[in-house]
């Protein structure tokens, strides 16, 4: 490792961050040095690595601190039984990296997890050790994430967020079961009870801000996770159930997915081949319905098949509308807001649209044309001053007249 140049360790170890999605930079507190003081922005634009709501590109700088690692699960590529390339990066070393990619315009922030190595206590001192050097010696304004370590104590973990934006600590696998045969090194209930304390201060801390003007701040994006999909034998009503319970229990920011991908010399134990990428999709689509749409956890079960996975030729929310069409057509002019979010097609923006217009008219199809994408999608589940679905909504082949053509793509198009 010692012959190792830094560029080729940045290769080493921003390679192996590529396996954690959790990496997203919305909800931080605004702070910036336009008034002279302090380095970085939380506000700018770069290159492309994670969006905000808004639409705004996050540049992370995204790396392990070291691939190194003691534990010796069996989906991580740098499990310590793995025959991976190792190389390890010194907190100084990554404060200077991110600075100086940070004024060559190249990032916004900082992304930073790590293997295990030594013990937790020791990877996670520095970790937070990186951050304080960002923080505290060269006032870094910019964006942290840091991934915090369940094992580690506590007091470990509470300075951590004191110096990022957001912490996440990944709960891995959907199910105890897979956690227990897959990652025999970590436990459910040091990962849970991380998450409780986490929340606990970040509750806290809003708490205290809003008696006390200085109070420090403490993860003002929040906390998040990740989930791995298809490296066991979980269903999406299993993961979605995992999921709401995250969300209910801990108050995440956010739940990512991540579809499990085959790694060299991987163990018996492992499936031979990834699941499909649409079905990560379907999860995410699953999540905003929870999040967004007013969907119970239950009801997007109901949207599974008998497997317990959602269709892949078909969105969650188009699913579990074919399964109850006794809620269907809709009036456009008469219908609750939270029923229309039901209505395949229509999404929270053309809702609140269509809520706003019919205050001041009676909505026609051609109105409401002009206020979704998809009329054909739309149609058989709306009825409007004009228009009724008759026999439509009840067709047996419905389903197929819904679902997304599948195209022949050609190798060799303009």
Same mark, same amino acid.
């Given at each position: 490792?010692?012959?190792?140049?830094?560029?080729?360790?940045?290769?080493?170890?921003?390679?192996?961050?590529?396996?954690?999605?959790?990496? =997203? !930079?919305?909800? $931080?507190?605004?702070?910036?040095?336009?008034?002279?003081?302090?380095?970085?922005?939380?506000?700018?634009?770069?290159?492309?690595?994670?969006?905000? &709501?808004?639409?705004?590109?996050?540049?992370?700088? #995204?790396?392990?601190?070291?691939?190194?690692?003691?534990?010796?699960?069996?989906?991580?590529?740098?499990? #310590?039984?793995?025959?991976?390339?190792?190389?390890?990066?010194?907190?100084? /070393?990554?404060?200077?990296?991110?600075?100086?990619?940070?004024?060559?315009?190249?990032?916004?922030?900082?992304?930073?997890? !790590?293997?295990? +190595?030594?013990?937790?206590?020791?990877?996670?001192?520095?970790? +937070?050790? $990186?951050?304080?050097?960002?923080?505290?010696?060269?006032?870094?304004?910019?964006?942290?994430?840091?991934? $915090?370590?369940?094992?580690? %104590?506590? /007091?470990?973990?509470?300075?951590?967020?004191?110096?990022? %934006?957001?912490? !996440?600590?990944? +709960? /891995?696998?959907?199910?105890?079961?897979?956690?227990?045969?897959?990652? &025999?090194?970590?436990?459910?209930?040091?990962?849970?009870?991380?998450?409780?304390?986490?929340?606990?201060?970040?509750?806290?801390?809003?708490?205290?801000?809003?008696?006390?003007?200085?109070?420090?701040?403490?993860?003002?994006?929040?906390?998040?996770?990740?989930?791995?999909?298809?490296? %066991?034998?979980?269903?999406?009503?299993?993961?979605?159930?995992?999921? !709401?319970?995250?969300?209910? @229990?801990? #108050?995440?920011?956010?739940?990512?997915?991540?579809?499990?991908?085959?790694? &060299?010399?991987?163990?018996?134990?492992?499936?031979?081949?990834?699941?499909?990428?649409?079905?990560?999709?379907?999860?995410?689509?699953?999540?905003?319905?929870?999040?967004?749409? @007013?969907?119970?956890?239950?009801?997007?079960?109901?949207?599974? @098949?008998? %497997?317990?996975?959602?269709?892949?030729?078909?969105?969650?929310?188009?699913?579990?509308?074919?399964?109850?069409?006794?809620?269907?057509?809709?009036? *456009?002019?008469?219908?609750?807001?939270?029923?229309?979010?039901? *209505? &395949?097609?229509?999404?929270?923006?053309? *809702?609140?649209?269509?809520?706003?217009?019919?205050?001041?008219?009676?909505?026609?199809?051609?109105?409401?044309?002009?206020? $979704?994408?998809?009329?054909?999608?739309?149609?058989?589940?709306?009825?409007?001053?004009?228009?009724?679905?008759?026999?439509?909504?009840?067709?047996?082949?419905?389903?197929?007249?819904? =679902?997304?053509?599948? /195209?022949?793509?050609?190798?060799?198009?303009?």
């Amino acid at each position: 490792m010692a012959s190792q140049t830094i560029l080729e360790r940045l290769e080493i170890l921003a390679d192996a961050a590529k396996y954690d999605a959790s990496c =997203a !930079s919305s909800g $931080t507190a605004k702070r910036n040095s336009l008034g002279g003081k302090g380095i970085g922005s939380t506000e700018g634009m770069g290159i492309c690595h994670a969006y905000a &709501p808004d639409g705004r590109c996050i540049s992370l700088l #995204k790396i392990l601190l070291t691939n190194y690692c003691v534990f010796d699960c069996h989906y991580c590529i740098n499990r #310590k039984s793995s025959n991976v390339r190792r190389a390890r990066f010194t907190p100084q /070393e990554v404060a200077d990296l991110t600075l100086n990619f940070y004024r060559r315009n190249y990032i916004e922030g900082l992304f930073l997890s !790590s293997g295990i +190595v030594k013990s937790s206590n020791h990877t996670m001192e520095l970790l +937070v050790e $990186t951050a304080r050097i960002l923080r505290e010696e060269h006032d870094f304004r910019g964006y942290i994430h840091l991934k $915090t370590i369940p094992e580690a %104590d506590a /007091e470990l973990v509470h300075q951590a967020g004191l110096y990022a %934006d957001r912490v !996440s600590i990944n +709960v /891995e696998l959907p199910t105890d079961s897979g956690l227990a045969r897959l990652a &025999p090194d970590k436990s459910v209930s040091q990962i849970e009870g991380a998450m409780g304390r986490t929340n606990s201060d970040i509750i806290e801390a809003k708490d205290a801000k809003k008696r006390f003007r200085h109070a420090p701040r403490f993860a003002p994006a929040g906390q998040s996770t990740q989930m791995i999909v298809g490296a %066991d034998a979980a269903t999406d009503a299993d993961i979605v159930g995992k999921a !709401s319970r995250l969300y209910t @229990g801990f #108050k995440l920011r956010r739940v990512y997915y991540s579809a499990f991908s085959p790694i &060299p010399d991987a163990s018996a134990v492992l499936p031979l081949k990834r699941p499909p990428l649409i079905r990560e999709h379907r999860l995410y689509q699953s999540d905003w319905l929870m999040r967004f749409y @007013g969907y119970a956890p239950s009801e997007v079960k109901e949207a599974t @098949g008998p %497997d317990g996975n959602l269709p892949l030729d078909i969105d969650p929310k188009l699913a579990w509308a074919l399964k109850f069409r006794d809620r269907f057509p809709l009036d *456009v002019n008469r219908a609750a807001r939270e029923d229309l979010l039901r *209505v &395949p097609g229509l999404g929270v923006t053309a *809702v609140n649209r269509i809520v706003a217009a019919r205050r001041h008219r009676t909505l026609r199809l051609d109105d409401v044309a002009r206020l $979704t994408l998809s009329i054909a999608k739309v149609r058989p589940f709306l009825c409007t001053a004009d228009w009724r679905p008759t026999m439509l909504t009840d067709r047996a082949d419905l389903r197929a007249l819904l =679902a997304p053509r599948q /195209e022949q793509l050609e190798l060799f198009a303009a």
